[in-house]
Each structure stands twice: as structure tokens, then as C-alpha cells.
């Protein structure tokens, strides 16, 4: 297990009036993935965790080494502190901008700590770190996570929280799904009016073959109407037999004798000769 000790007095009666029993313990898992940010929370021979501590007031610091996943311990003695402390690493494990605010600390840090200490020579400051305001532990922790095991958003391609918690992210995780659910909408618009066209369609279809079922029928009587017109010119003779001959005369020209070989017989009606 590494620890490492934030400033603690000298005296022996300070070391044990803050002994494991009397702290607060807040635990953070760090992903495998995240094992390489173990480095930028220690800092240079423990600078950063050193400024974490002095600046939110907790005890010690202490990543796990034969834990699965490896674990950041925050000790303290007030829930404050290890909660302001828990947001600073949850900010270097989940924020990209605080992240690599710190990194590049901690390289003017080694800058200025490389070479041989001069006259009027100051020992490196650890770098300093920003507290998120109103900070819950637990809340932010896993909106953390979720952000970091989630795809990234379109509308931001970083994919970074906001230096001050995590609403930035959810803002933008937020959107993502609106523009999801809005998509899905319009494919569900876009499926219902397919299906409004396909009945269109098909109606269209019933209408033409009715149609052209109505225009054979027209065509059918049209035919049968102009066949009907089609009669022999003295059809109207209703005198004529069926073999052509002359039928029974009228009672009023019953007694009249039959007329000369030679005048046509539809003479005596006033009709044209047959």
C-alpha cells in the first residue's frame, strides 16, 4: 500500500489523537484504465497530495497497491475535509482541464526542482488545487464515472466536465439524449407516413382496376347498343310474313279483291315497293 502523509505535527500526542479509529474514511475506486493518474495525485515526491491535504484539512491519503481496482483511502477528521478532498481527485481522475492544470504544475514543478539549489534558492510549492463548492461524495462520484464509461457527445467532442463539478458533461449527456429520443421520433414519423403512402398506393391500385373494369362494361353496351341499330330497311312492315309473303289485310279491306299481277302489293299501302 502506498501512503502518503499529509503535514503532521512532530509531537506524539498529535500523532494519536488522530489514529485510523477517529477519522472519517471515504473510500474512491480508480479503473484500471486510470491506474497512469495515480502519479499526477501523488505528484512529485508526494507535493500533490501534500497541497491536497493542507488545503481541505484531511490526515492522510493513502492509494491502495494489492487492491482490485486500486483505491484512493481519504482519512480525515471532519466530513468537510474528506469531502472537499474527495472532489479534488475525483476532478484529476474525471476532469480533463483540471487534470492537465495539475500536470503541467508539476512540470515547472521538476523545472524548477531539476537543477542545484542557489543562493536565495525556494524549494518547489506544490501545486495548488481547486475545491469544487457544495460537494457530495457519493453524487458526484458516480455522475463521474458514468460520464467517463459513457460515449462521448457530439455537441462536445472533448468529452471533459466542468472545472467546477460535473455539470457541464451532464448538460451535454443531457442533450445527447434529447437528440436521440428526437430521432427516434422522426423515425417513427417517417415509418407512419411510409405506411400512409403504401395505403395510397394500394387504394390507387383498387381505383385503376375499377376503372378499367367500368370502361369494358361501357364498351361492352356501346357495342351491343350500335348492333342493335343495324335493321333491314323494310323492318317496318308489319303486313310482311316471316317467308315475305302478304299477311291477313284489315278488316275494312277484307272485301277488295286482290290486286293485278303486275302493281306491287305494298302499293296498296302507300309504302315504297319492296
Avoid: W
Avoid at 7 to 23: L, S
Avoid at 103 to 118: F, K, W
Avoid at 201 to 206: E, F, P, T
Amino acid at each position: 500500500m502506498i501512503m502518503a502523509m499529509g503535514p503532521m505535527g512532530p509531537a506524539m500526542n498529535e500523532r494519536k489523537r488522530f489514529r485510523d479509529e477517529d477519522m472519517i474514511v471515504h473510500t474512491i475506486p480508480i479503473p484500471k484504465e486510470l491506474n497512469d493518474l495515480i502519479a499526477v495525485i501523488i505528484g512529485p515526491g508526494g507535493s500533490t497530495v501534500k497541497s491536497i491535504c493542507m488545503e481541505t484539512g484531511v490526515k492522510r491519503i493513502e492509494i491502495t497497491k494489492d487492491t482490485d481496482p486500486r483505491t484512493a483511502l481519504i482519512k480525515g477528521s471532519t466530513q468537510e475535509a474528506v469531502n472537499n478532498a474527495a472532489a479534488v481527485i475525483n476532478s484529476i481522475l474525471y476532469d480533463k482541464n483540471e487534470r492537465e492544470r495539475i500536470r503541467q504544475t508539476q512540470m515547472l514543478q521538476r523545472s524548477a526542482g531539476g537543477g542545484p539549489p542557489g543562493p536565495g534558492h525556494m524549494p518547489p510549492q506544490p501545486p495548488p488545487v481547486q475545491i469544487p463548492p457544495a460537494y457530495d461524495p457519493s453524487a458526484a462520484a458516480a455522475a463521474a464515472q458514468q460520464q467517463y464509461y459513457s460515449a462521448p457527445s457530439p455537441l462536445d467532442p472533448a468529452g471533459s466536465l466542468s472545472s467546477h463539478g460535473m455539470s457541464g458533461g451532464l448538460d451535454a449527456q443531457s442533450q445527447q439524449l434529447q437528440q436521440l429520443y428526437s430521432a427516434n421520433n422522426n423515425a417513427v414519423v417517417v415509418q407512419q407516413l411510409q405506411q400512409n403512402v403504401n395505403q395510397m398506393l394500394s387504394l390507387l391500385n383498387d381505383i385503376s382496376t375499377r376503372l378499367g373494369t367500368l370502361e369494358n362494361r361501357v364498351t361492352d353496351v356501346e357495342r351491343k347498343v350500335a348492333t342493335s341499330q343495324q335493321a333491314p330497311a323494310c323492318a317496318g312492315l308489319s303486313g310482311l310474313g316471316a317467308n315475305g309473303g302478304v299477311g291477313q289485310l284489315p278488316p275494312t279491306l277484307a272485301g277488295l279483291t286482290s290486286a293485278p299481277p303486275s302493281l306491287p302489293v305494298a302499293g296498296l299501302y302507300g309504302q315504297p315497293a319492296c
